[in-house]
């Protein structure tokens, strides 16, 4: 993946642009809708690129988070729209603009600290060893009360139901490129998963994936405990290894109680958790193979000790993809919500690269 090459944000010449829905049930019952997805486009005035980019959210979050960062610069929306891409955001199902009859039931939100904690100012107390190198998110200088707020007031209830919740938003995901066309799926943290999914689903639609830190790691969840051992895991959240929803393996598997996951008995290096994977012998992931698929994982992000294992995961899996850590491109001291901090242009500017290198035209 190429170092950014970024000029001044180039001015929005827009073709079409508007909102619809993708997907829903009908309960016949009450006569009313569910599942049903919000998408808003914008076609640009010069495509460059034949294959629309879907940016799918994670937890806690609507489409907003892709529209514009907490302190008024571009966000990447306008900024893969500026470059030549036509760009669908989407809220999932239950959430912002995509609410409707049983969807899954949202959660209390999270407080002001816990939120902060995991994107903003982990430094402070650090959890994961990488915590203290966080230095993009904007403001960090101290004075980041009013960026922060106006962040913590995009955040939405998550769902207490996450198996239903991934499943509906596959679902209209499904839907969604259906209605489209092939498109690349750039999703975030709990987006991941869902774009694992449609993907598996039909992956004659997608002609990419961009995941960017996606939810993991692989089968167990793991806690951030502080200093000195860092880490410990958790029960088993993703019983399919990447998703909760079922993904179609071979030797194909009746049902999620077949898989085995094994913990590597030392974790690759310092600061990194150990890695749960399959058993021998693996089964593969064939509707994930042959998609071109980027992996990104950020400095100082929660996800910087565990995103290796999604990595491993998938080519165990024998999905081929690329794993970037953004350090090693020269992009330092980015945590979780890279679409919103300081050099969220710079780190377009690399996907975008990625994407016209690697996804057929």
């Known amino acids: 993946m190429p170092r950014p090459v970024l000029g001044e944000q180039r001015p929005l010449r827009i073709a079409r642009q508007g909102s619809f829905f993708a997907g829903g049930t009908w309960d016949q019952d009450s006569d ?16 460059a690129y034949p294959s629309p980019v879907v940016m799918i959210h994670g937890g806690g979050q609507t489409g907003a988070v892709f529209l514009g960062t907490p302190d008024g610069r571009p966000g990447w929306s306008d900024a893969f729209v500026a470059a030549g891409f036509a760009v669908y955001v989407v809220d ?6 995509s609410q409707g009859h049983d969807s899954a039931p949202p959660d209390r939100r999270r407080s002001s600290a816990a939120v902060g904690h995991r994107v903003a100012r982990a430094a ?19 004075n980041d009360a009013d960026v922060f707020e106006q962040f913590y007031a995009s955040q939405v209830p998550s769902a207490t139901e996450p198996t239903r919740s991934e499943a509906l938003a596959r679902a209209a995901g499904c839907v969604l490129l259906e209605m489209i066309g092939p498109s690349v799926l750039l999703t975030h943290s709990q987006g991941g998963p869902v774009g694992w999914g ?20 692989p089968a167990h969840d793991l806690r951030l405990i502080g200093a000195p051992d860092w880490f410990e895991d958790a029960g088993v959240a993703r019983a399919w290894g990447l998703t909760r929803t079922p993904l179609t393996f071979d030797p194909s598997t009746a049902d999620e109680t077949e898989l085995r996951f094994v913990r590597q008995p030392a974790p690759d290096g310092p600061g990194l958790a150990a890695c749960w ?13 042959g998609i071109p698929i980027l992996l990104v994982s950020g400095e100082a992000s929660y996800h910087a000790p565990y995103d290796h294992a999604t990595s491993r995961f998938l080519r165990q899996a024998g999905v081929d993809h690329d794993f970037v850590r953004l350090a090693d491109l020269g992009l330092r001291g980015n945590g979780h919500m890279m679409m919103l901090e300081r050099n969220n242009l710079e780190i377009a500017s690399c996907l975008q690269r990625w994407i016209t290198d690697h996804v057929p035209i």
Request: aromatic fraction near 6%.
């Open 32 to 47: 009313t809708m569910f599942g049903q997805m919000w998408v808003q486009f914008q076609v640009p005035a010069e495509l």
């Open 198 to 217: 449609v993907a598996d689903s039909r992956p004659e639609l997608v002609t990419g994936i961009v995941a960017i830190e996606p939810n993991g790691p």
């Open 92 to 97: 999932l199902p239950g959430r912002g603009r």
């Open 124 to 142: 402070a107390d650090p959890k994961w060893p990488q915590a203290t190198r966080h230095t993009q998110w904007p403001a960090s200088d101290g």
């Open 277 to 289: 994977l399959q058993a021998a012998p693996a089964r593969t992931l064939p509707h994930l193979r």
